[in-house]
Every structure is written in structure tokens, then in C-alpha cells.
């Protein structure tokens, strides 16, 4: 029973958002309010601590509003300048087929963006860029969440696995002991090795995953199939990002990756594709709008182009915006050059310490924020581009507007999440429970055993899915995930790898998780359908995770499992292509 009641605000969230197709403030509302129901009422814990965690939750809303409306403010900022133009022909001059553009632009681009910065930046960067190139909104928004799988575990220069895994692991003595005379950073690097293999085994797939998706749900034909026809090409555009990714992650370390994975793949793959090289003869785009469902549209419309019309700007110039949030963000990450610990030091950073005069505590460097970034990046734009007032304001105020619109969800499910990760029992209740999602995890260790290899990623994806982070699931779960690997007889290197896999899993949760979804969703003003959203990417993550599960048992268990792991791709693609409407 107290299991089921831990999961109870997970259920309500799916049959809610998923199922019911209710907006995500309405459903996020009523989880949290189940949620913090739960924590006092039946975890017991205190109303302090509830209140602190909600509050916490809204502040953290706060800033997530803040990098969703510099997100759209840019987005407005190059439309209204007239960049945009540049910038869609330069992208059909290397193809007009969606299927390699969306690899470019969400698979490539996007997994350096996130190297760069995490944090659904690159939902806020690509989506509004693939929605200006012409994609539906929809398209564009689950493009965007299908990425951030592979490329998340070394996001923000390395932050799931520095901060996440190794808070998560640090001062536990059990296994400080267990691993010497290696330190915890040797420990660390070794998972972050193990973390390499398994997304680049896993991951090289996304791009052909990606392209069956948008030819599935947003092509005329509705066809899995016609993605499969740019096999040659995604795999080769998988492998281009995977394998530096992999080589980097065995021998440098978390820090670079997504990062130099995204750089040498943007690299080999954009003339590949202007070439030709191995793409089909045929020319994949979508359906006339006039064909468009009314759900795959939001509340910002397509401009209309006139491809007569020569663009105002050369495509270097169009483009330079998002060259600048890359070099920002590149110069604002990696401590060795010295910005990052001044923007994120105590100077510039606002603290609420000891809420409620609880231990939880929060603080924010908005000037560390992917938000400060694409803000200043917006007001360059309007020199750059020589914006007069009249465009610089409509862009302002177009943006504000999308911004509330996606105030009311962001300010339910954060704070939800912060109650449900802060609702272990007040300190003097007898027979103290711990929070929610360790009561999970702890059931879902006793029911599977030994295997347990099975289902780590599976934790880590609902430590995700409920945080919205990679970092935050890995903090909640990896000591647990190593307890539970040692307490089936496994050796300190074989636990690594089941860490691994947490890690693993806690990236592929961002693919479904709530305010990922409607921060995602709003920077192109698809408010409301986050349900929509999540059906189709829980499909990718339950890829993932499987696989992850299969490749667990395979390197940790018995190498039988590798057998299945081959399989299972060819079960998962012939599966979703029989589901092809006739």
C-alpha cells in the first residue's frame, strides 16, 4: 500500500496528462495537491518542510520562466529582424529533405548545446529554430525532447556526473572503502567510461528514430516506413556524434563529450548532406498546412515566406546568433576560463537559505543562467541586425505573452517535484519513512533481485522524469543504485556500471519529463498539449531504457543477454512499422 501510494502522484500525472489529455496546469495542480496530502498526511511529514519544498518549487519555476522567455524573445528576434530568411534557405541549400535537417539541426546541434549548457537549453534554442525552418510546432518540440537522451549525461560540461553521481556517492563509507585505494574521482571516471558505452550502443539510433517519428506522426502518409529510408544516412549521422562522443568519455573524462561529440559530428555530416551522401533519391516534407491537424500548431504562427524574395542578411551573419550562444555558453561553462565561478559565485548569487526554517535551501545566479545568455544575445541581435523599435517591441511583448501563457503549468509541476523529493517523515514521527521516490526505488529493488541490472535505468528515468533532471535523479539514486548492485553479489567495478546505467537511465527521463515538456512546448507556444507530447516520446524512452536494461544484464550478468540486445531494435522499428496506417 505504500508503494502504491508513493506512485500515486506518477499515476495521477499519467492518466491526467496522458490518458485524460487535460492541460498540464490542470493536471500538474491536482498532483501537487495529492502530493502534499500524502507528505503530511501519510509520510508525516512536516508542514514546514512541505511548504519550504513548494516554495523552493516556485522559485525554481521562476527561473525556468526566465530562460522560456529569452528563448522565445530571441526566436521573435531573429524572426522580426528578418534573419530568418537567411537562415531557412541555408538549411535548404544543404537539403530540403526534413529527415536531414531534422538530424542537423536536433540531433547534431542540439547535442552540442546541451554539451555546452543542459538544462533544456536545447529545447530553447532548437525548437524555435526548426519551427522557424518551416516544422510544425509539435514536430519541432518532440524532436527537441527525443535528443536529450544520449547527449544529457555529460551536459553542462559534465554536471549529471560531477555534481549528480558524485554528491550522490560522496561520504558514504561503505563504498569508500570498498573502492580504495582508488579515490571517488577514479571511481567517477570509471562510470562515466561505462556511461559512454552504453549510450553510444544505444544512442547511435536516435537520429533514425527521430526521422521515422516525423514521418510517422507528422507526415502525409503517416508512415514509419519513409523515415526508414534515411537509414544509411541517420546511422551514419549517429555513429558521426556517438563514436568521438564514446572516446572522449573513456579517456578525458564528463567533461566534453556532447560537446565535442556535436562539433566533430556537425563537422563530418553538414557537407556530407549537402553532397548527397548517402541520403535516397526521394525528398521527404510535410503535408500542405492546410492539411496540418490543429494540434500540431500552438499560438505563434509560421511567417510567410517568399522564396523569390532574396534574404536581407548573408547566412553567416543570419546564423551568428546562435554562434554567439554557443561561444557564451562554451566561455561561461568551462571553469578554466574563469567566468563560471564568478558568475556563479556568492557575489552574484541570490540565496534562500533554511526556508521555513527547514534545511531546504535554495539559490540562484541569473547571471549564470542559460536565460542571461540568449537575453544578451537577443539585445546583440538588434544591432547586429539594425532593429528599429517598432520590431524590437512587437518581439518583447509577443514574447512576454507566450511566457505567462506557460506560467500557470511550470507553477504547479516544480513545486509538485519538490514536495515529492522532500516528503521523508519529520524527524521525531516513529517508524520515519523515507521521501517518495526512495520508497520506489526501494520496492522495485526487493521485487526484482538479481535482476536488478534489468530495471536500474528504469529508476533512473523516474528520478528524471519526477526532478526534470539528470543531475537531481542521479543525486536521489546512485548511492542507492551501488547498494543495491553490492547487495547481490556484485564487485565494485560490475556496481559501476549498474551506476552507469542509473545515469543512463536519468537522461533518458528527460525525454518525458513534465516541465521539460512545458517549457519545451511553450518557447513555441504549443501550450496545453503536453499530454500529446509525452505519448510520443515515452515510445523513444521505453526504447531506451529497455535497451539499457538488455545491454545491464549482458555486461553485468550473463553476455547471453547480448543476443537480445541485437534483437530488441529490430523488434522495436518492425513493431512500430506495422503500426503504419494502411
Known amino acids: 500500500m505504500l508503494t502504491f501510494l508513493a506512485l500515486l502522484p506518477i499515476l495521477i500525472v499519467l492518466v491526467l496528462l496522458v490518458i485524460m489529455r487535460l492541460p498540464a496546469k490542470i493536471a500538474m495542480a491536482v498532483t501537487y495537491l495529492v502530493t502534499a496530502g500524502l507528505a503530511v498526511f501519510v ?114 560540461v559534465g554536471t549529471p556526473l560531477l555534481i549528480g553521481v558524485k554528491n550522490g556517492l560522496d561520504g558514504k563509507e561503505d563504498l569508500l572503502t570498498s573502492i580504495a585505494p582508488s579515490t571517488l574521482d577514479d571511481y567517477i571516471l570509471q562510470t562515466t567510461a561505462n556511461v559512454g558505452m552504453f549510450h553510444a550502443i544505444i544512442g547511435f539510433l536516435i537520429p533514425l528514430i527521430l526521422c521515422c517519428f516525423l514521418t510517422r506522426f507528422f507526415g502525409e502518409k503517416r508512415s514509419f516506413k519513409q523515415g526508414l529510408e534515411v537509414a544509411p544516412f541517420a546511422i551514419f549521422a549517429g555513429l558521426a556524434f556517438t563514436i568521438p562522443y564514446f572516446l572522449v568519455a573513456k579517456f578525458l573524462g564528463p567533461e566534453f563529450p556532447s560537446l565535442v561529440g556535436g562539433f566533430i559530428g556537425l563537422a563530418i555530416v553538414v557537407p556530407a548532406a549537402k553532397s548527397g551522401f548517402l541520403q535516397p533519391k526521394n525528398i521527404f516534407d510535410f503535408p500542405e498546412k492546410s492539411k496540418w491537424a490543429d494540434n500540431w500548431m500552438g499560438d505563434i504562427q509560421h511567417d510567410k515566406h517568399d522564396e523569390s524574395t532574396p534574404p536581407k542578411f548573408s547566412l553567416l551573419r543570419s546564423f551568428s546568433p546562435y554562434l554567439i550562444v554557443i561561444i557564451l555558453l562554451i566561455v561561461t561553462r568551462v571553469p578554466a576560463l574563469g567566468l563560471k565561478g564568478l558568475l556563479s559565485g556568492d557575489a552574484l548569487t541570490i540565496k534562500f537559505n533554511n526556508l521555513f526554517g527547514t534545511a531546504i535551501s535554495h539559490k540562484e545566479s541569473l547571471l549564470y543562467s542559460p536565460a542571461s545568455v540568449l537575453l544578451l544575445t537577443s539585445l546583440i541581435c538588434i544591432v547586429l541586425f539594425g532593429m528599429n523599435s517598432t520590431q524590437v517591441k512587437k518581439s518583447w511583448s509577443v514574447s512576454a505573452k507566450t511566457m505567462v501563457a506557460a506560467a500557470p503549468a511550470l507553477l504547479c509541476s516544480i513545486p509538485m517535484v519538490q514536495v515529492f523529493i522532500n516528503s521523508a517523515s519529520a524527524p521525531d514521527v516513529a517508524n520515519a519513512m523515507p521521501a517518495m521516490p526512495i520508497v520506489l526505488a526501494q520496492s522495485a529493488a526487493n521485487a526484482f533481485g538479481n535482476s536488478w541490472p534489468m530495471f536500474a535505468s528504469t529508476i533512473g528515468a523516474l528520478g528524471a522524469f519526477i526532478a526534470g533532471s539528470n543531475t537531481v535523479s542521479n543525486m536521489m539514486f546512485a548511492y542507492f543504485q551501488w547498494s543495491t548492485a553490492t547487495q547481490i553479489g556484485l564487485d565494485t567495478a560490475m556496481a559501476s556500471k549498474v551506476v552507469a546505467l542509473q545515469a543512463v537511465g536519468g537522461a533518458a527521463g528527460n525525454m518525458v519529463s513534465v516541465h521539460n515538456v512545458v517549457s519545451a512546448a511553450a518557447v513555441v507556444g504549443l501550450i496545453n498539449r503536453e499530454g500529446a507530447i509525452i505519448r510520443m516520446t515515452l515510445i523513444t524512452m521505453s526504447y531506451y531504457v529497455i535497451q539499457a536494461g538488455l545491454l545491464g544484464m549482458a555486461f553485468v550478468l550473463n553476455p547471453m543477454w547480448f543476443i537480445a540486445a541485437l534483437i530488441w531494435p529490430f523488434v522495436f522499428f518492425g513493431g512500430m512499422s506495422m503500426l503504419d496506417k494502411k
Open 43 to 156: 509520510w508525516q511529514a512536516d508542514i514546514n518542510q512541505v511548504m519550504a519544498a513548494s516554495a523552493k518549487g516556485v522559485i525554481t519555476a521562476i527561473s525556468v520562466l526566465f530562460i522560456v522567455f529569452s528563448a522565445i524573445l530571441l526566436l521573435n528576434t531573429v524572426k522580426e529582424s528578418g534573419a530568418i530568411l537567411a537562415i531557412r534557405k541555408g538549411f535548404m541549400d544543404i537539403s530540403p529533405d526534413r529527415r536531414i535537417q531534422v538530424i542537423i539541426v536536433a540531433w547534431l546541434f542540439g547535442c552540442l548545446i546541451e554539451g555546452a549548457s543542459g538544462w533544456g537549453t536545447p529545447s530553447a534554442v532548437g525548437a524555435p529554430l526548426l519551427f522557424a525552418l518551416g516544422f510544425p510546432a509539435m514536430a519541432s518540440v518532440m524532436a527537441m525532447l527525443i535528443i536529450q537522451s544520449t547527449p544529457v549525461s555529460y551536459g553542462a
